[in-house]
């Protein structure tokens, strides 16, 4: 009985250490918390808009790595799924991520993890859980609410450009505000930007842009925004 064990354990080994580094290639019928490995052309996006500045910034440093760095990077950014109807996967997170090694033409995939598998539900059914978790993010690339589910685009290629997603992306990234665990907090932030901040044309546009926005969201009117942090004069202690 023992030898049995042994040797099933033995064969099983494997297989587990293939499932947890998410070398299983994508399957409609993966449950719940799977790792797997997904094709980008597959994934739908769950949000309208990337920021494109954000994109060709960090495809820009995807391009420098070697395969070995990308790998690690890759593996460092496991993408959250949720598998819909009909056994489609719909991209959670790292849009960005996903757009840029497109754009960089470094990976046609993504390690990711299967966070609910609801593709036995209904269409409205599947959007209703989605919505419940704050899983998508319907409004467009100006800000406006979309109607429904159905006009979000339908690959990471076709996702639209706001450019004010960018420039939230350029004021965290120079510690305006602390990432948060807030869903679609970067949005929220290029809604309050956008509003605020005129994004001129030319090379220097989104620099000086980002000058002006560090000043307002620092300011009294972003105190509601998630990550808010005010100057340290205004601290008490």
Not at 115 to 139: I, P, Q, T
């Amino acid at each position: 009985m023992r030898c049995v064990r042994a040797i099933l354990c033995s064969c099983l080994l494997p297989v587990l250490v293939t499932l947890a580094a998410g070398n299983v290639s994508f399957d409609p019928n993966l449950p719940a918390h799977s790792l797997c490995t997904v094709e980008i052309a597959v994934l739908r996006p769950t949000q309208s808009a990337v920021g494109m500045k954000e994109v060709e910034i960090r495809a820009e440093k995807i391009g420098k790595m070697t395969a070995t760095q990308l790998e690690h990077y890759l593996r460092k950014h496991v993408a959250p799924i949720a598998i819909g109807p009909g056994g489609v996967p719909y991209l959670l997170d790292h849009q960005h991520l996903a757009r840029a090694l497109l754009q960089a033409h470094a990976g046609k995939a993504l390690y990711a993890e299967v966070k609910e598998n609801w593709s036995k539900l209904s269409e409205s059914e599947f959007w209703a859980r989605m919505k419940g978790r704050d899983w998508v993010y319907l409004h467009d690339e100006t800000g406006k609410p979309l109607s429904d589910p159905t006009s979000l685009p339908r690959t990471i290629g076709n996702m639209r450009d706001d450019p004010y997603r960018s420039l939230a992306w350029l004021v965290r990234e120079k510690d305006g505000y602390p990432q948060t665990e807030s869903p679609y907090a970067d949005f929220h932030w290029a809604d309050f930007f956008r509003a605020r901040i005129h994004l001129r044309d030319g090379t220097n546009a989104f620099d000086e842009a980002t000058l002006e926005a560090m000043k307002v969201a620092h300011s009294p009117e972003a105190k509601d925004l998630p990550g808010y942090v005010a100057p340290p004069d205004r601290i008490s202690h």
